[in-house]
């Protein structure tokens, strides 16, 4: 079965850089589009990037936009997901993701989601 595994979360201070990893398994990677979402607490997930199957388009949340950017490898089969000049209202559960379709356009809302990690912590001090 799909499993997506992330990691590279932790403690960063306001300012700080981290880069998340979501390493896929038992999925064609190089055929799916990915995202990342995030939850905070008391609040929903939210969309916050996601990148085509080729790795050729991306598309950002304004709130992360220019700040954020996602790549993928597929010869790895890992998608990333670097994260710049964070602010403690970043701070949030990660989530990676993989859609319900194969190729297609950039999807963009968690119902087209269908496999998901078990996210990653990350926690941002002002």
């Known amino acids: 079965q799909v499993q997506l595994v992330e990691s590279g979360g932790g403690l960063v201070q306001a300012g700080g850089s981290l880069r998340l990893s979501c390493a896929a398994s038992?999925?064609?990677?190089?055929?799916?589009?990915m995202g990342w979402f995030r939850q905070a607490p008391g609040k929903e997930r939210e969309f916050v990037a996601a990148i085509s199957w080729s790795g050729g388009r991306t598309n950002y949340a304004d709130s992360v936009k220019g700040r954020f950017t996602i790549s993928r490898d597929n010869a790895k089969n890992t998608v990333y997901i670097e994260m710049n000049s964070l602010t403690p209202e970043d701070t949030a559960v990660y989530y990676c993701a993989a859609p319900r379709v194969p190729f297609g356009r950039l999807w963009l809302r968690e119902d087209e989601y269908v496999y998901w990690g078990q996210g990653t912590q990350v926690t941002v001090s002002s």
């Open positions: 038992e999925l064609p990677f190089s055929n799916y589009g």
